[in-house]
């Protein structure tokens, strides 16, 4: 076995200990890292969803905070204001986050590249300037969850914190298996195809505008289950919060691109890095942020596909590969065949 060979068996056996790992996070952490554990598998989800569409089906959008906060309302609508059982909240906030989609969807379906991240980012604009005018959701100011819906999840904050934990945990594995389950059909080879050349990709018999709208309604109910996590780890919501542009859309967009775009390992890599700068430079103030931005730009510069692009160039494969590999078939003429036998 080779030194790359080796290398990458040895991280796969690291990421499979890492994941299994994350179960026993609440009895081996205690309060204070368990809320961080789960706030960094909240943000790795986001990055996985908007890694699906802009790395692999080339559709960059900037207003993913819409979706975000559309789900953390719908889940409020449902089971506060009109007291539905929590499943079925979470199911209707889900399904309301895949309705409005659609209609982000037809608003910009049309547009392209700078102009496709222009308007994305205009719509989920509109959707936060609409929350800000609801009063039954508390208006400019929000409004918390009540004290015993949120007993629910358990009657101590521990209990609690436990509960959502592997609400979070469970969504990111969920999301993780089911990427990986797209981009191993053909509707991910569709996928790629439009992200390598789409003039390619309709030469080939792609459905370019039926594959660009499935991309984004895929994601888009997913976006809306985390929305519901978001709240009930924040257990308010306001449209200044549950819709942050920063939270939701800037830092996914620096989680997966400093990651590294167009892969699995790309978005884990930038999330467990973006939780470390947050540690340790989180007390600079504004110089967090530029930090944060400097450090983007001079690894999209040294290599276009993030910390991973570097990392994958001393190994053999991916982590978790999802590349289709071709069956070359050898067929013998029927004199090597006697000779053979």
């Known amino acids: 076995m080779s030194r790359t060979e080796t290398l990458t068996q040895i991280l796969r056996v690291a990421l499979a200990c890492l994941m299994a790992g994350l179960v026993a996070v609440p009895f081996a952490l ?141 969504t990111t594995l969920a999301i993780l298996v089911g990427i990986y389950a797209v981009m191993r059909s053909r509707i991910g080879l569709a996928f790629s195809a439009m992200r390598d050349n789409e003039e390619g990709a309709v030469t080939a018999g792609v459905n370019l505008p039926f594959a660009r709208a499935l991309s984004y309604l895929i994601v888009s109910p997913f976006v809306g289950m985390v929305g519901v996590l978001v709240t009930l780890q924040t257990l308010r919501i306001s449209h200044l919060s549950s819709f942050s542009m920063m939270d939701w859309t800037i830092f996914v967009l620096f989680v997966t691109v400093i990651g590294g775009i167009g892969s699995l390992e790309g978005p884990i890599l930038g999330t467990v890095v973006f939780f470390l700068l947050r540690h340790f430079l989180q007390d600079l103030g504004v110089w967090y942020l530029i930090a944060l931005g400097s450090l983007a730009v001079v690894v999209i510069l040294i290599e276009p596909r993030g910390l991973w692009g570097l990392l994958r160039n001393h190994l053999s494969d991916d982590l978790i590969p999802l590349r289709h590999r071709a069956v070359v078939l050898s067929f013998k003429t029927e004199k090597e065949t006697l000779n053979a036998s």
Do not use: C
């Not at 368990?34 to 559709?59: F, H, K, P, R």
């Not at 959701?137 to 929000?142: D, H, I, L, N, P």
């Open 30 to 170: 205690d309060t204070a890292n368990v809320q961080l554990t789960t706030q960094a598998l909240t943000m790795l989800s986001l990055a996985m969803l908007w890694n699906l569409l802009a790395g692999y089906a080339n559709i960059p959008v900037i207003g993913q905070h819409a979706l975000v906060g559309t789900g953390a309302y719908a889940f409020f609508g449902f089971a506060i204001l009109l007291k539905l059982p929590i499943p079925l909240a979470i199911l209707g906030a889900m399904v309301t986050s895949l309705l409005a989609g659609a209609v982000i969807l037809v608003i910009i379906f049309r547009l392209r590249a700078a102009y496709l991240a222009v308007g994305s980012w205009v719509v989920a604009e509109v959707f936060v300037l609409v929350a800000s005018r609801l009063n039954a959701f508390g208006g400019g100011s929000g409004i918390a969850l009540p004290v015993a819906f949120v007993k629910q999840f358990g009657s101590s904050n521990e209990a609690r914190q436990m509960t959502i934990y592997y609400l979070v945990l469970g």
